[in-house]
């Protein structure tokens, strides 16, 4: 079945540390985006690219990075200068171009830091 | 710039009863508009979308959406509860500009409790 994967479901991480959440699909779809999701604030927008080797900050892009070297593949890092970490992070994708086309979402990663 | 509202951070239903959940738009254009429902701990599905025609949109496992465009308003609605929907409820609208980037702006979410 086509879907996005993301992995880990579960991520804890010590204050100064980088963590790498990855983000697969298998949709064939061109855009893939990163949001992030705190209680009562609905879903925010990190990074999106649009095709490989291309990406853009979204509204909230500082401390994070991110890579499209594949168009199945678009890893999100947490790095160190993200003051505020703690959060659930949600991978998605839809066809570029496609009129009204809805998104599709992984099932998520908890990053917790301790 | 656009936005989306959800009134109501919470909603409570009986069982068999009618729901609706709230959700006004503004967008500059005409917008694409889309209702999300969300577990504990899980990605976020799609339920309905509207984009252009008939103003009552009907989407997956019974839900329904009217778009009004007078009142910039896309009411999620049921009309018989189950337990099974508790859940939450994420209204979404996204730029109707064709090509490039179409940003899509999330409401801040409705939980949905479905009283047995």
């Known amino acids: 079945d086509g879907g996005i994967t993301q992995s880990p479901k579960y991520l804890f991480r010590k204050e100064g540390q980088n963590v790498t959440l990855s983000c697969e699909q298998n949709?064939?779809?061109?855009?893939m985006y990163w949001y992030r999701q705190d209680p009562g604030q609905g879903l925010r927008l990190i990074y999106y690219?649009?095709?490989?080797?291309?990406?853009q900050k979204g509204d909230i892009a500082e401390g994070y990075s991110v890579s499209r070297e594949k168009k199945e593949s678009f890893p999100l890092t947490v790095t160190s200068a993200q003051k505020n970490p703690t959060a659930f992070y949600l991978c998605?994708?839809?066809?570029?171009?496609?009129?009204?086309?809805?998104?599709?979402f992984g099932e998520g990663s908890r990053l917790t830091v301790l | 710039a656009q936005s989306v509202a959800q009134p109501e951070d919470q909603v409570n239903v009986a069982e068999g009863n009618p729901l609706t959940v709230k959700c006004t738009y503004s967008?500059?254009?005409?917008?694409?508009l889309f209702w999300y429902v969300q577990y504990p701990n899980r990605g976020l599905q799609f339920l309905l979308k509207?984009?252009?025609?008939?103003?009552l949109v009907k989407g997956s496992y019974g839900f329904e959406a009217e778009f009004n465009k007078s009142q910039t308003s896309f009411h999620l609605k049921k009309p018989s509860a189950l337990v099974s929907d508790s859940a939450l409820y994420f209204c979404?609208?996204?730029?109707?500009?064709?090509?490039?980037?179409?940003?899509?702006?999330f409401g801040t979410g409705t939980k949905l409790q479905v009283i047995p």
């Open positions: 998605a994708s839809t066809q570029r171009g496609e009129v009204g086309g809805e998104l599709f």
């Open positions: 949709l064939n779809h061109d855009a």
């Open positions: 690219s649009q095709i490989v080797n291309d990406f």
């Open positions: 967008v500059s254009g005409n917008p694409y």
């Open positions: 509207y984009i252009t025609g008939d103003n």
């Open positions: 979404a609208v996204r730029d109707t500009r064709t090509g490039g980037y179409q940003k899509v702006t």
